[in-house]
C-alpha cells in the first residue's frame, strides 16, 4: 500500500513537473509574439500618423488641381467659341489650341492627383484594419 501511493505520488509529480515546463515554454513564446506584435503595432502606429499628416496637402493639391482643370476647360470654351465666330483667323485657331492642351494637360494633372488621394486613403484604411487585426491578436496573447 505503502509503495503503492508512493509510485502515485512520484507519477502524479512527474506529470505535474511536465505539464508545468510546457507551460513555461508555451508562455515564454507568447511573451516573444506579443513583444513582437507591440513593437509592429507601434512602427504601424506611425506609419498611420505618417500617412494622416500627407493626407492633408494631398487633399488640398487635388483641390486644386480640380479647379485648374475646371478653368482651363472655360478657357477652351471661350476660345473655341471665338474660332467658331472666326473660322479663318490663324490666331485664334493656335488660341484654341493651345487652350485645348492646356485644358488636357490640366485634367490629367488633376486626375493624377485625385489618384493619389484614393491611394492615400486606401491606405490609411488598410493600416488601420491590420492595426485593428494586431491589436485583437496581441489582446487573445495577454489574456
Known amino acids: 500500500m505503502k509503495s503503492f501511493l508512493l509510485s502515485l505520488v512520484l507519477c502524479c509529480s512527474c506529470f505535474c513537473f511536465g505539464q508545468t515546463a510546457k507551460d513555461s515554454i508555451k508562455l515564454a513564446k507568447n511573451t516573444q509574439k506579443a513583444q513582437e506584435l507591440t513593437a509592429k503595432l507601434v512602427e504601424q502606429r506611425t506609419e498611420l500618423a505618417e500617412l494622416e499628416a500627407k493626407l492633408i496637402p494631398i487633399q488640398e493639391e487635388a483641390r486644386e488641381k480640380i479647379e485648374k482643370a475646371k478653368a482651363s476647360s472655360s478657357d477652351n470654351k471661350r476660345a473655341a467659341s471665338k474660332l467658331e465666330s472666326d473660322l479663318d483667323s490663324r490666331k485664334k485657331a493656335r488660341r484654341a489650341r493651345n487652350a485645348g492642351d492646356q485644358a488636357a494637360?490640366?485634367?490629367?494633372?488633376?486626375?493624377?492627383?485625385?489618384?493619389?488621394?484614393?491611394?492615400?486613403?486606401?491606405?490609411?484604411?488598410?493600416l488601420k484594419s491590420r492595426i485593428k487585426s494586431n491589436e485583437k491578436k496581441l489582446e487573445k496573447l495577454v489574456q
Open 105 to 126: 494637360d490640366d485634367a490629367k494633372q488633376a486626375r493624377k492627383a485625385s489618384d493619389r488621394l484614393e491611394d492615400t486613403e486606401k491606405d490609411i484604411k488598410k
